[in-house]
């Protein structure tokens, strides 16, 4: 989070055209318009996005009533906690549909808790923001993906000079199957030649 200060002095940079004794109505109103149509790089980082027209005033409305601490970002008194009282019942519930079906979509969760809580109102994206910020929504993430096994796996000799030979057998142009023989201690030895089928 960039330094209130910081924030406070970029949106005054801003507003100074509109704030200017000495700068005519025409240069302000060229200097609104390119604000609120040009992209600009906003201090808290992100993509670059032109400033509302509304904000451009809220913040002249704020500078005039109280000068440079009105322009300072403020801080909600509820941060960090649920702006619903439900909040959290919903999102227990909405955890515990994953659980028991994890591959249920943020539509179908919507719809249960609709049915299940008379007085639910969460939009789909904070929905899916207050399931990805719940400690049990790695587990049913998990859930979702399944276990999936390895294509290949290591091969360890379980004696040390045991020998094993493979090769690429191809029995049409579009099929081919690799055949893996365990060569024995003794008796034969593969010889491999380049460019040539092993032979023992």
Not at 99 to 124: G, M, V
Not at 176 to 189: D, E, I, S
Request: proline content about 7%.
């Amino acid at each position: 989070m960039p330094d209130p200060c910081e924030i406070a002095a970029w949106r005054f940079e801003q507003i100074t055209p509109l704030v200017d004794a000495s700068v005519d109505e025409t240069q302000r109103r060229l200097a609104l318009r390119e604000r609120t149509r040009k992209p600009v790089a906003w201090p808290h980082g992100g993509r670059h996005k032109p400033i509302p027209k509304s904000t451009l005033y809220r913040w002249l409305e704020a500078y005039r009533k109280d000068g440079h601490q009105g322009l300072l970002p403020k801080v909600r008194a509820d941060r960090g906690a649920p702006r619903r009282a439900g909040t959290a019942a919903w999102i227990g519930y909405a955890i515990g549909l994953l659980y028991e079906q994890p591959n249920r979509s943020l539509t179908q969760l919507d719809a249960y808790l609709k049915i299940e809580f008379a007085d639910y109102r969460l939009s789909r994206s904070s929905l899916a923001c207050h399931l990805r910020a719940h400690p049990a929504f790695n587990g049913s993430a998990k859930l979702r993906k399944g276990d999936k096994s390895k294509l290949r796996a290591l091969y360890e000799a379980q004696h040390p000079h045991e020998g094993w030979l493979g090769e690429w057998v191809r029995s049409n142009p579009l099929r081919a199957t690799f055949v893996l023989v365990r060569l024995p201690k003794q008796g034969r030895q593969a010889k491999t030649a380049a460019g040539k089928r092993a032979r023992w």
